[in-house]
């Protein structure tokens, strides 16, 4: 196996060589964009370094799918940022507020395609699996995005429900991209079945510590605006846990509790910084911050225990351990 610093910089070479047509320029220009932001390119490390622990022969046939991976997840991004009124990513404008919504979506659309034909790279032998697995993913994360739209009408979200949502909507992605670099590899089902779980609770982790950071995290390493979460009401577990432990104590001493987090909600977005405040005190009256660290840790844990019971070898387990530790380790 290679060091996964000779990995990293190879899908950071094959990134840099990637070519966008000139034309439309309203098309691509965007594209580009959003791809020379940068980002940590987790999705396509995970796949190059799970086709690693099999096969030594790196070359298009594996660097063009795991790159489609990063580039369907950007596509993801510039929706995503639509629907949520973003105004930035990664410290710079989102590509709606550079350009508008119509350039966005189209230029994004794009970006979906071509991860399709960047998948088509994969040797012919596993081209069905890799495909079909790709798929899938990419389904399941539109009926992700979509129940996350219908948490924003509702205030009676239950835990389960947000880890259901945050599993098709982030965890499913990273779940194929632990699982793909394997399946393209020829590794049997029973490992690839073991890398899919790893990404998967390893996917659920990385979420509720976005959820964390978005809210305790430090604007400059993180790359936006803290406490938008917050500012928008948006169902995260930090919130929908906050709700759940309200009721609680609501319930065993008579409290107000409930009443008191739904006055801070009620406060307006142009409250600004007095509400992110105000909320994240209400958070930590309640230990939340604390509570969100520990449900990382489990999910963590779950993730490491799926490598465990792949059938991996113990070289390869470290290999994909050090991943997941780089990941709920993380400031941004």
Not at 20 to 45: A, F, I, Q, T, V
Not at 91 to 102: F, H, L, S
Not at 146 to 166: A, C, G, H, P
Not at 184 to 211: H, N
Request: glycine fraction near 6%; charged fraction near 30%; hydrophobic fraction near 40%.
């Amino acid at each position: 196996m290679l060091k996964l610093e000779q990995l990293y910089s190879l899908i950071d070479q094959e990134a840099s060589r990637l070519k966008w047509p000139e034309e439309p320029k309203l098309l691509y220009d965007p594209l580009r964009y959003m791809m020379d932001m940068g980002g940590k390119r987790l999705r396509p490390r995970l796949c190059l370094t799970s086709y690693n622990l099999f096969k030594d022969d790196i070359g298009e046939h594996i660097l063009s799918p795991a790159l489609a991976l990063e580039v369907f997840h950007n596509f993801t991004l510039i929706h995503d940022d639509i629907m949520d009124n973003a105004d930035i990513r990664r410290g710079v404008p989102t590509v709606y507020r550079k350009w508008n919504d119509n350039i966005a979506i189209l230029s994004g659309d794009t970006m979906c395609l071509w991860a399709f034909k960047m998948i088509g790279k994969a040797p012919k032998q596993t081209l069905d699996k890799a495909l079909n697995l790709f798929t899938k993913t990419t389904i399941e994360v539109c009926e992700g995005q979509q129940m996350d739209m219908d948490f924003e009408t509702r205030n009676d979200v239950s835990l389960d429900e947000y880890i259901k949502m945050i599993g098709l909507k982030t965890s499913v992605l990273l779940a194929c991209s632990s699982a793909m670099g394997a399946v393209i590899a020829g590794a049997p089902d029973k490992i690839c079945e073991g890398l899919y779980s790893f990404g998967y609770k390893l996917g659920i982790a990385f979420q509720i510590q976005d959820d964390w950071l978005d809210s305790f995290g430090d604007e400059k390493t993180f790359g936006k605006k803290i406490g938008g979460d917050i500012l928008n009401n948006k169902q995260t577990w930090l919130l929908i846990k906050c709700r759940e432990m309200a009721q609680e104590k609501d319930r065993q001493n008579g409290s107000q509790t409930s009443s008191r987090l739904k006055e801070l909600l009620a406060m307006a977005e142009t409250s600004g910084e007095e509400k992110i405040k105000a909320v994240k005190e209400f958070y930590c009256s309640l230990e939340i911050d604390r509570l969100a660290e520990e449900a990382v840790n489990a999910y963590y844990t779950e993730a490491m225990q799926s490598l465990k019971n792949s059938g991996l070898k113990e070289d390869q387990i470290r290999q994909m351990e050090t991943i997941a530790t780089s990941l709920v380790k993380r400031n941004r």
